[in-house]
């Protein structure tokens, strides 16, 4: 969803995003504000009654070890990541309860298998879908949730086949594995309105209730339900029928640790959210009198969301146009006055977990003060031979 034209006004310069000594920056950089990362956690928990034990926080956006501890500090203990690389960050950062939630198959569960075997004191878990990815996971330690289907169409089972799930779920017990419960990632009603977004998210649970009961039915019972990354936190929120069950019931938003453009557009302005994380950028060219170029291309910020990829904080008159690979144009609204060559700007991206990913290392900053370099250790992945079997070869820069 792209950001209304109004917002773009709206976001204006902060002093709190202030960064002393920023000559000495190379650019681009990706600047993180732990104050307002604080901030960001606090307004999850406070939404969340407090609750820190109904938050499985998706590490997608995190990435880092030092903002998995000031979550961990912060009271919460249950994650959800979607690679190996995540999930050995997490085991590492002091994480109790971690959901690979994306479905590993071969080497990938195998490496899993060897992490959850590592780190015995952390419960792991995994998705299925299929008899298939069950019996991989034979005489392991791990839990496994059964992956629904809720109309997104990437994985899972649709919600609409009952006794598929039913015979699924007998299948984990009976092979003597733990059911974890199921996971209900509904993130296609990011693009809808309101009311719309919470109507079509609220018939979802609906249907995911409707199978929870079909469960039970079945002697089996889910003891966890994950739903609800960002766009449809606050839908989860209002659902009379998550109040009170009989199963724990987690939501996992995790773009809300930094939040992006999209999601201070989704999330109600009452709820207290700001930016923590931006790209620190210079003007290295003024090609056109009506553009300037700036060193933040898509390798910066992420145009998974398309174009504008983001939004120059304080600066209405500039819009960001198609990105190449290390450029940015900028176009100046008519008559207004170019920044200089060198200039420095600060960028919101539109979709902040990818952009955290293109780093390799992040400033924390606090009063305008560099406190800290801090490596973006969960980006990327694994190096590629980690299986059993095969020698650890050296990998040459």
């Known amino acids: 969803m792209a950001p209304q034209k109004s917002m773009l006004l709206e976001l204006e310069w902060d002093q709190c995003y202030r960064v002393n000594g920023i000559e000495d920056v190379l650019t681009p950089a990706l600047v993180i504000y732990p104050d307002a990362v604080d901030n960001n956690i606090a307004c999850t928990l406070r939404l969340l009654d407090g609750q820190a034990d109904r938050w499985r926080v998706h590490i997608k956006t ?13 009271g919460v203990r249950a994650f959800k990541c979607a690679t190996t690389l995540e999930l050995l960050v997490a085991c590492r950062s002091g994480a109790s309860d971690v959901l690979l939630a994306y479905p590993v198959i071969g080497a990938n569960a195998r490496r899993a298998r060897e992490i959850a075997e590592e780190f015995r004191n952390v419960r792991v878990s995994v998705l299925a879908e299929s008899e298939q990815q069950i019996l991989q ?17 990437r994985t899972g089972i649709d919600q609409s086949q009952g006794s598929k799930i039913v015979a699924l779920a007998r299948k984990i017990v009976s092979t003597g594995l733990q059911f974890a419960g199921l996971h209900y990632y509904d993130g296609q009603y990011g693009t809808l309105a309101e009311p719309e977004r919470t109507l079509a998210a609220h018939r979802g649970y609906d249907s995911l209730l409707h199978i929870v009961r079909e469960l039970e039915r079945n002697g089996i019972a889910a ?53 923590a994380a931006l790209v620190l ?23 998974d969301a398309g174009v504008p990829t983001c939004v120059v904080v ?18 100046i609204k008519n008559g207004a006055q170019a920044p200089s060559i060198g200039q420095a700007l600060f960028l919101l991206p ?24 801090e490596s973006v250790s969960a980006r990327g992945r694994e190096a590629p031979l980690l299986a059993q079997g095969y020698p650890k070869l050296a990998v040459h820069s």
């Not at 996971?137 to 169409?153: A, C, K, Q, T």
Request: net charge negative; hydrophobic share 35%; proline share 9%.
């Open 350 to 373: 539109r979709h902040i977990c990818p952009t955290v990913n293109n780093f390799d290392c992040a400033l924390f900053v606090r009063n305008g003060t560099i406190d800290s370099t």
């Open 223 to 275: 003891p966890e339900v994950v739903t609800s990354g960002t766009p449809t936190f606050p839908c989860s929120l209002a659902y009379e029928g998550f109040r009170g069950a009989d199963f724990i019931h987690r939501v996992s938003p995790g773009t809300v640790i930094y939040c992006d453009a999209s999601s201070l557009h989704q999330l109600p302005s009452g709820y207290g959210y700001s930016s």
């Open 62 to 74: 995190a990435k880092l070890a030092r903002t998995l501890k000031m979550l961990i500090e912060s």
């Open 314 to 331: 304080g600066h209405p008159e500039l819009t960001p146009m198609l990105p190449s690979e290390e450029h940015l144009p900028l176009a």
């Open 281 to 303: 950028t210079r003007v290295v060219s003024h090609p056109q009198p009506a553009i300037v170029t700036c060193d933040a291309g898509h390798k910066t910020v992420s145009a």
């Open 137 to 153: 996971w034979s005489e392991s330690r791990v839990g496994i949730f059964l992956d629904i289907n809720p109309g997104m169409n």
